[in-house]
């Protein structure tokens, strides 16, 4: 059965960074995109970024470039997303999910479990 | 960046009724349009993909038109486990969300 089980719960100062990992199971990884999803608490969805596996290439949305860093070792099956210049404003549910067709841009059919990122001085 | 807009934020209808959410995209992004339902505290589960194709496990009662600029999401009748934010989301290019729609029972 396909799943991504991410790390657990992280509180950070503001101006810190932070490391989530997201680890996949029962599938083939390195031919379908991770993405990297966050939900502020009570506001809806926002796209941070993308890791291709195939190519180990990354794609952030404008938001945030600059700021993050996502990175990937097939060899474990995990992905990482980094944030530096922590804010109160990335007080968030970070999740990962999967493309679901492989080397495609379409949707996301399997999701972690999210972790939750709190910045708090 | 291609901006979604949903609409409307929030609605409340009747078990039995049928619900329409409308998806807006700033560009024409062809049929790449997904429909997510979230649930509190869980994540967003794929319902609809590539405009109109159900998701396979997702109650035939929801379905999804469009292409373009223009996405309707449509729960023909409203059933008390369909209460969720649903949100729409583009992959033309690099994907973006709408703001999400609530919806209740009344």
């Known amino acids: 059965q396909v799943h991504l089980v991410q790390s657990g719960a992280e509180v950070r100062k503001p101006g810190a960074s932070v490391k989530v990992s997201c680890k996949a199971s029962g599938y083939t990884v390195t031919y379908h995109y991770i993405h990297w999803v966050r939900q502020a608490p009570g506001q809806g969805l926002e796209y941070v970024g993308l890791f291709n596996p195939t190519s180990g290439t990354t794609t952030y949305a404008q938001n945030f470039q600059g700021r993050v860093t996502v990175t990937g070792d097939t060899s474990t099956s995990t992905v990482y997303l980094e944030l530096s210049s922590l804010r109160s404003e990335d007080t968030a549910l970070y999740f990962c999910?999967?493309?679901?067709?492989?080397?495609?841009?379409?949707?996301?059919?399997?999701w972690g479990q999210g972790t939750v990122v709190t910045v708090s001085s | 960046d291609i901006q979604m807009t949903q609409s409307p934020s929030s609605l409340s209808a009747s078990v039995g009724d049928r619900v329409t959410i409308s998806c807006q995209a700033s560009q024409a992004i062809s049929n790449s349009l997904n429909w997510y339902q979230q649930k509190p505290g869980k994540a967003p589960k794929l319902l609809i993909y590539d405009a109109y194709i159900l998701e396979t496990g997702a109650p035939s009662r929801f379905s999804g038109s469009g292409s373009g600029t223009d996405f309707t999401l449509t729960i023909s009748s409203l059933q008390p486990e369909d209460v969720a934010t649903y949100y729409c989301q583009q992959f033309e290019n690099l994907p973006a969300f709408g703001g999400g729609t609530k919806v209740e029972i009344q």
């Open positions: 999910a999967r493309s679901q067709t492989p080397t495609e841009l379409d949707g996301f059919d399997v």
